[in-house]
């Protein structure tokens, strides 16, 4: 494996093209030591004839507690900066998109549901300009097959637990099964669909199944 090869120290994580390296930091120490793992992996990439592209690099920073006395370090503000190259250094941003979701340095996943919820209502108002008919059958199955995976992407991950980020999930729902007379929850019945919030249960608990499993 290539970790292996390259003696990185634990943290490090490999999947198709993609590359992280990553360190809980609590000296000046561990700084030099993701240092030194990064320095790794861009000769190695120079080695190899695999030359990374280093202004597409980005550094996110987690906190575990924003008032800690970590911040008042003498060393904080080498922890936050990198060297990838003579000329390009690493800086701290507030997000970043890992494999199609959104990962904010807060660990809050408002962005992302955002991001989610625009992308969702950007194809479901395609949807809407391509096909003349309003016909419940037909919308819900434009909606299972282009709109509903938009809002269900790694959503173990990040499923929401506050009222108007749900709220704002569903809502694209709303808008596509028809049945104005209906409340939201009968149009549901009568369509046999489930909530989005229901089928984000249900995939978690699939979910632990297989990793207990």
């Not at 120490?29 to 190899?48: F, G, P």
């Not at 992407?153 to 028809?178: A, F, H």
Request: aromatic share 10%; glycine share 2%; proline share 2%.
């Amino acid at each position: 494996m290539i970790w292996s090869v390259l003696c990185l120290h634990p943290g490090s994580a490999f999947f198709a093209d993609d590359t992280r390296v990553s360190k809980q930091i609590g000296c000046y120490d561990d700084c030099m030591l993701l240092q030194e793992d990064l320095n790794r992996i861009l000769n190695w990439s120079r080695e190899n004839n695999m030359e990374l592209h280093e202004q597409k690099f980005e550094l996110l920073n987690h906190f575990h507690n924003r008032k800690s006395s970590f911040l008042e370090l003498p060393f904080f503000t080498e922890a936050l900066t990198y060297k990838v190259s003579n000329d390009e250094s690493l800086y701290p941003v507030e997000n970043v998109r890992d494999l199609g979701v959104q990962v904010s340095s807060d660990l809050s996943w408002s962005r992302h549901i955002a991001t989610t919820v625009s992308k969702a209502r950007s194809t479901l108002s395609w949807v809407f300009s391509v096909f003349k008919t309003r016909d419940s059958m037909v919308m819900t199955t434009m909606y299972k097959s282009l709109v509903r995976s938009t809002l269900e992407y790694c959503c173990p991950l990040w499923n929401p637990s506050k009222v108007t980020e749900i709220q704002l999930l569903e809502g694209v729902e709303s808008r596509v099964v028809g049945l104005r007379h209906l409340n939201y929850w009968e149009r549901l019945a009568k369509l046999k669909l489930m909530s989005l919030q229901r089928r984000r249960e249900r995939y978690i608990i699939l979910m632990m199944w297989k990793i207990l499993h």
